[in-house]
Nanobody, 116 residues
Framework: QVQLVESGGGLVQPGGPLNLSCATS????????MGWYRQSPGKERELVAR???????IYADSVKGRFTISRDYAKNTVYLLMNSLKPENTAVYYC??????????WGQGTQVTVSS
């Protein structure tokens, strides 16, 4: 059974950083496309960043230059380093993984709140 467990969310002031982690188990992490999505109240879930098995990355336009996705194959973990956070980045952030984009597996989500 594949499991994805996010951590690292919380309250941060505008302009601050936050680093999310997603630990995976039960699958072949090295072969997965991994992604971070987010959902704000009243809005649809949207892609934030994605990283392929080979390390190729894509980002939503709104986070380019501020967010960085990375993966540690030894730890079966994917990270999302978020810098220069803005109030509009407040959302529940979800980890996603699978053999293709928009993979079959989801984490439970972690709340990120950007507020002074």
């Amino acid at each position: 059974q594949v499991q994805l467990v996010e951590s690292g969310g919380g309250l941060v002031q505008p302009g601050g950083p936050l680093n999310l982690s997603c630990a995976t188990s039960g699958g072949i992490f090295a072969m997965y496309v991994m992604g971070w999505y987010r959902q704000s109240p009243g809005k649809e879930r949207e892609l934030v960043a994605r990283i392929t098995a080979g390390g190729g990355q894509i980002y939503a336009d709104s986070v380019k230059g501020r967010f960085t996705i990375s993966r540690d194959y030894a730890k079966n973990t994917v990270y999302l380093l978020m810098n220069s956070l803005k109030p509009e980045n407040t959302a529940v952030y979800y980890c996603n993984g699978g053999y293709t984009s928009n993979g079959a597996y989801w984490g439970q989500g972690t709340q990120v709140t950007v507020s002074s």
